[in-house]
């Protein structure tokens, strides 16, 4: 009989020549080391690589994991962790627009440093490429490589701030552009080198000019609630981030106040905010980075209420489903709510379905049993409504499992949390700037069982 | 485009090139510029294009930036493979070493260090000195990594040169956080790799690394670090002792800030600095959990999903440590519809673990809903949820509601889990019968299908007979059904507790009971005949007896074995931070070693990797299995386990992602070929191979001639017997007799270890193990000198084939290193006549 009994020699055969190691616990050397980085296409093509540690990591690896990640043909979303232990390297991965970032490690490392460093790659490319898509990525493969280049080296993360990457390496767009103006002459940047890899602060360059000095800063929060069976809001919070755009010049300091900070109830920040100045006086107090960037993120707990109600109603019997859904505005926000959208997830069990509204359209999708409802705006005049009769599969009389809803919608102008900033200071420069703030909510993940 | 077209167009490519080497034309480096672009883009989409590279090397000479860059990615790809070329390239970039724009320099050096050449490290030395001492802080930091490339090309020349000394000197002194950061990276790596090499001095450098005077000029300029960097510095931090309390709570001061940083690779491994400094201070550890807590679950829910799910596995860690701490945060483990199922496993675990008697109501509650969850699996776990908890807590009345409805939600999987879960309550709390058994009593038995579901149903039958009326009638519609009935399980406990009613129920059941026997005396599953002949022998002693044996008092089952182990809790300190949290196994149980030393030049073939290296690069599926703690067990043994490994196929998060299944596949396979071993031959491994090549003479599958296997003095033992801990004792205790590494054209084909293994035991080498998958495959064999004693005189080698490359690497040891060469002139030629 052959036994595969080669792991556990080899468990022994580890043993033995690690043995000294082991011994004390030999952890100490952290070996952050992303071996590589492949870019996928959506349908796994391997659109780049790039190896970090001399030796190539072979490409075969990338066939394997789409074939892990997609079980069988009709599944299109990938169905494994961000991480994954394959035969012989650990494969993380993080999906933006369809395209797969995937990274090797050979050795463990902080998980963390890898998914976000790969999600901080997809965000720069984002913001060199002008988006990101499978052409984009495959026409710009030069500037790709040289992004990657400065953004890690030997398996380490450098720098990952687009404002410093930028100093070292032109936008597609701005190269052409460059080199159509001073035909023939190199397109080096080297006279801004120095000055930003030995910043004080390091996510900003020194010498910024703009010919017109403004910042913006947009107040974007998600609301994440689910309503049980019974009607109950079983949890609602809310998710915010404030995003700024900064177009300044030289180094100026921002300062930033809301009303009621005191309903925040976990913050983190960019690294540019001081955040003993918070902790005394709860005050954004920082150097901005130029461009955009995410100041800050907060959560929001246990909120009570959700801006529009979604009342569903099923009743079985005899193989027919019969579905009303009522939708309304539960409470007044100040602003009107927008983009109103329903998507009701038909289970398995539901041969068809005749759904028609009063108000807005409904899209059935047959293939995924998603049904679409928009509504936009409530009208004034009358409440919208959604009914009609599923039909059941041949031997099933009532319906078993119930139906979830998905709730989209979008308030301009106000924040669902009610917090609020007062104002805006620049200091430190001698010009006056325009300061601009504006507040959007959006349904996060807005769930109704039904 | 096909492959012609290709050749065609890199010959173009090449004559371009050159025409384009010497000119100093206006405008020649946008021409350039775009012939490189296309070169690149074929190296992109994986064409070889190295063909190209003295042309490409000609080209070098360029003011332009971004040509430079594409130059210098061509060669980084392409040197290790043609060194003879690379050491044109040194000429080019030992010059822009020196050019005036630092980034050049910076660029450069760093290719300079990435062509990964042994015997161009000399040319390396003098510009890593210079771009140590630059004036730009660009190069310093391209530098300080480059120390470590050479350290890992050369390590020798690195610490002959005195580098560690000047990162040393850096780290502590340079005011640019990158140098200082690339540095730290630098030191940590070689001071690793250096214990296996003279470890007095590793240590002590370590030691100084992690001195107090160190780690604190760190932590004071912690702001300045990009967040790579702090999460290397703080990495660091975490392995530093503080010398007391006082201490510890001055590091944590100063880090407080970083749980608030936007980067969660910062924000873990600032927790994993503050569990560690807390570890021996129950009550301020305590604290700790508390202020982490709200970044982690801020974490979990604003990011992206891969983050989410990251986050959430250490938190898992966290909830599982203190469940406690989060009873009022419950609500954060509510799935969510669109999350994946391996999200919504977690979560569930995670909710079955914070459950206490306040939160008990919200959180059956809401499991309850998954019941009815699309997702069969999800709604199959968290009935057992329920159950987990239900087996904790004391609200029996609202737990009983929730079985009634999942009763009636008549879907025959939440039925099946249901009964299984009342079974176990049962069990635990015998004085809930009562309430429980009303539930039951109301399942009809045909909607129950599952073995488990019908094998629990049957045990309540039997156990609780008085109790329900019917009973008796029920458990004989089971009866009849015996021959239809598929599941051994199922028909064990029928016997049971068909044995049991009669005790109870005499009269009523007395006919079945003949019927049960008797069907169970001719069942074709050992077992069951056992236990059928059993209950009848002891019915013959008497009905007393036979009822003291089958059915005496129980006493309620206190814990379940399968609860949490304590060990798994103590993880948090271990592996915070790790990715064995994110895989969900602990890192004992996979892989764990650590790139030290130089990194091994040979590429990569496949997924396996080969070479020297081969003791680290195991198949992590193996070690799992090497870990399981059945090393004791005899060789069957050790199978089932296998076996059972593959089906829980814990190792991985999909059944399929493990290597168990091509492991495994030697053994099904030949059970397949030989159906019906006799028991005889079966008993140990050595007969069994003998009985193999018997087969095989007979099947004719092999047409060699056994008489003369190769020319040599040595003979061999026809039947060398070894077992698996002796062969493993030799392995660990001999030293390696020789390593041959040669071509083998006749394995190509080679697309499962079987026929090699079978070719190899014709000639008197036995297999001890198997393993791999196309294009590699791993063996070990055995063989034994004809004339020595049973204990000595073994050959044991280890044998790598890659059927893509046609190689083979041979690792030999023997009992007597002097018959070595000759056996492996033996086993050589054994190897090459294969096939034919």
């Known amino acids: 009989m052959i036994r595969p009994l080669i792991f556990f020699f080899s468990f022994l055969l580890l043993l033995v020549s690690n043995s000294a190691e082991q011994g004390h616990e030999d952890r100490s050397g952290l070996a952050i080391m992303l071996h590589c980085v492949f870019i996928l296409s959506d349908t796994g093509e391997i659109m780049l690589e790039k190896h970090w540690m001399g030796h190539q990591v072979d490409r075969s690896i990338c066939a394997w994991f789409w074939k892990q990640a997609h079980p069988s043909e009709r599944q299109e979303t990938i169905q494994v962790p961000t991480v994954v232990a394959a035969p012989t390297y650990y494969v993380l991965h993080i999906v933006r627009e369809g395209i797969t970032f995937l990274a090797c490690a050979k050795t463990e490392m902080p998980p963390l440093l890898g998914i976000e460093f790969l999600g901080r790659v997809a965000d720069v490319l984002t913001e060199y490429l002008g988006g990101l898509n499978e052409d984009l990525v495959k026409d710009n493969f030069v500037i790709i490589y040289q992004l990657l280049d400065e953004m890690m080296d030997h398996g380490f993360p450098l720098t990952t701030e687009p404002s410093i990457l930028k100093e070292m390496i032109l936008p597609a767009n701005l190269v052409s552009r460059v080199i159509s103006v001073v035909t023939g002459t190199s397109t080096t940047l080297s006279s801004t080198l120095p000055s930003t890899t030995s910043s004080s602060v390091p996510w900003r360059a020194s010498g910024i000019k703009h010919a017109k000095n403004e910042v913006y800063f947009d107040l974007v929060e998600e609301m994440d609630a689910t309503v049980n069976k019974d009607g109950f809001l079983a949890r609602c919070e809310v998710y915010g981030e404030v995003l700024g755009s900064s177009r300044l010049s030289g180094m100026p300091d921002v300062s930033l106040t809301f009303t009621n900070p005191s309903i925040l109830n976990d913050v983190s920040f960019h690294p540019c905010v001081r955040i003993q100045a918070w902790e005394s006086n709860q005050k954004l107090s920082f150097v901005p980075p130029d461009g955009s960037f995410k100041l800050m993120s907060y959560r929001i707990k246990n909120l009570k209420n959700t801006p529009i109600y979604v009342r569903p109603q099923f009743s079985s019997g005899g193989g027919v489903v019969t579905v009303t859904v009522m939708v309304g505005i539960r409470a007044n926000v100040g602003k009107p709510v927008d983009n109103i959208t329903l998507q009701l997830v038909l289970p398995p069990s539901v041969a068809s379905s005749d759904l028609t509204a009063n108000h807005g359209s409904v899209l059935p999708n047959h293939t995924t049993k998603v049904t679409t409802w928009t509504i936009g705006r409530i009208p004034k005049d009358k409440a919208p409504c959604l009914s009609g009769k599923l039909q059941l599969e041949a031997g099933l009389e009532r319906l078993r499992e119930y139906p979830t809803f998905l709730v989209g919608f979008k308030i301009m102008g106000v924040a669902l949390s009610g917090l609020r900033s007062d104002r805006v200071d620049i200091n430190r420069v001698d010009y006056s700037a325009y300061r601009g703030f504006r507040a959007v909510t959006r349904a996060g993940n807005y769930e109704i069982r039904s | ?836």
């Open chain 2, 1 to 836: 485009m096909n492959a012609d077209n290709r050749k065609g167009e890199l010959v173009d490519l090449k004559s371009q090139l050159r025409q384009l080497a010497g000119s100093r034309q206006p405008g020649v480096e946008d021409i350039k510029r775009e012939l490189y672009k296309k070169v690149i883009s074929y190296m992109t989409i994986g064409i070889d294009v190295s063909s190209l590279f003295s042309e490409m090397v000609m080209c070098s000479a360029t003011s332009d930036l971004v040509l430079k860059k594409m130059c210098y990615l061509y060669v980084g790809n392409y040197a290790r493979g043609h060194p003879e070329l690379a050491l044109l390239t040194i000429n080019f970039l030992q010059k822009d070493c020196h050019d005036d724009d630092p980034m050049i320099r910076g660029l450069a050096l760093r290719s300079l260090c990435s062509l990964r050449v042994k015997n161009l490290v000399e040319y390396l030395v003098g510009p890593l000195r210079s771009g140590l001492k630059d004036g730009n802080g660009y190069v310093r930091t391209v530098a300080a990594m480059g120390v470590l490339k050479l350290y890992h090309i050369a390590p020798s020349q690195c610490t002959d040169n005195e580098f560690p000394a000047m990162l040393r000197a850096l780290l502590l002194n340079d005011p640019d956080a990158q140098v200082v950061a690339n540095c730290l990276c630098a030191l940590q790596e070689i001071y690793a790799a250096e214990v296996n090499i003279s470890p007095e001095t590793a240590l002590r450098d370590r030691e100084h690394l992690l001195s107090k005077p160190v780690i604190y000029s760190l932590l004071n300029r912690i702001k300045d670090f990009t967040e790579w960097a702090q999460c290397l510095v703080l990495d660091m931090v975490s392995k530093y002792i503080p010398s007391d309390s006082d201490e510890s709570f001055d590091m944590m001061n100063i880090l407080e800030d970083r749980l608030q940083h936007t980067n969660s690779a910062v924000v873990l491994a600032t927790i994993k600095v503050f569990l560690h400094l807390t570890i021996s201070m129950a009550d301020v550890h305590q604290q700790v959990y508390e202020r982490i807590k709200a970044p982690l679950l801020t974490l979990v829910n604003s990011g992206s999903a891969e983050q989410t799910y990251a986050v959430l596995s250490h938190l898992h860690l966290l909830v599982l440590r203190a469940p406690a701490l989060f009873s009022n945060d419950y609500k954060h483990f509510y799935c969510r519809y669109s999350d994946p199922t391996y999200v919504k496993k977690l979560k569930l675990e995670m909710l079955t673990a914070v459950a206490n008697e306040s939160n008990t109501y919200e959180i059956v509650t809401e499991l309850s809903e998954y019941a009815a969850n699309v997702d069969v699996a999800i709604a199959r776990e968290s009935i057992r949820a329920v159950g987990k908890i239900a087996l904790q807590q004391y609200d029996v009345n609202a737990i009983v509601d929730r079985l009634l409805q999942f009763l009636e939600m008549e879907k025959d999987y939440v039925t099946a889990e249901t009964l299984v879960l009342v079974k176990d309550l049962l069990r635990k709390y015998p004085q809930w019968s009562h309430d429980c058994i009303a539930v039951v009593g109301s399942v009809s038995s045909k909607a129950v299908t599952e073995p488990k579901a019908k094998a629990a149903l049957i045990w309540m039958l039997g156990e609780y007979a008085y109790d329900m009326p019917d009973a008796p009638y029920i458990l004989e519609g089971f009866v009849q059904n015996w021959t239809e009935e598929n599941s051994a399980e199922v028909r064990l406990e029928l016997l049971t507790a068909i044995t049991k009613i009669f005790f109870k129920r005499p009269p009523e059941s007395i006919k079945m009971l003949g019927a049960a026997l008797s069907a169970g005396l001719a069942d074709a599953h050992q077992d069951v005949h056992d236990r059928a002949l059993l209950y009848y022998r002891l019915l013959q002693q008497g009905v007393e007896v036979a009822e003291r044996v089958v059915n005496p008092a129980k006493q309620a089952v206190s814990v379940f074995a399968d609860t949490q182990s304590s060990e798994i809790k103590d993880r948090i300190f271990d592996e915070f931070n790790s990715l064995s949290v994110v895989y969900q196994q602990p890192s004992y149980m996979f892989l764990d070693k650590e790139v030290r030393g130089p990194i091994e030049l040979v590429e990569d073939t496949g997924l396996l990797p080969m070479g020297p290296t081969t003791t680290d690069d195991v198949l992590p599926s193996q070690l799992v299995d090497a870990n399981d703690n059945d090393l004791l067990l005899g060789p069957s043994d050790k199978e089932d386990s296998i076996v059972a490994a593959s089906n829980g196929s814990h190792a991985y998060n999909g059944p399929d992602l493990s290597g168990f299944d091509s492991l495994s596949a030697p053994q099904r396979s030949q059970s397949a070929a030989f159906p019906t071993p006799t028991p005889q031959v079966a008993t140990t491994p050595a007969a069994t191979s003998t009985s193999l090549l018997d087969f095989d003479d007979l099947l004719g599958l092999n047409t060699y001639d056994v008489s003369t296997p190769a020319p040599s003095s040595l003979k061999l033992k026809a039947k060398p017997s070894l077992d698996p801990q002796a062969f493993q004792r030799k392995w660990g205790q001999l030293a390696v007799a020789s390593t041959v590494d040669h071509t083998l054209a006749n394995v190509a084909a080679l697309s499962t270890p079987q026929p090699l293994i079978r070719h190899m035991q014709a000639n008197l080498v036995e297999v001890m193990a198997s393993g791999g998958k196309a294009p590699t495959f791993k063996f070990f064999f055995y063989a034994q000198a004809a004339d020595s004693p049973p204990t000595s005189g073994f050959f044991l080698v280890e044998l790598i084939v890659n059927t893509s490359t046609a190689s083979s690497q041979v690792k030999i040891k023997a009992d007597d290193a002097s018959l070595a060469p000759h056996f492996q002139e033996l086993f050589l030629a054994t190897l090459g006549s294969f096939g034919f």
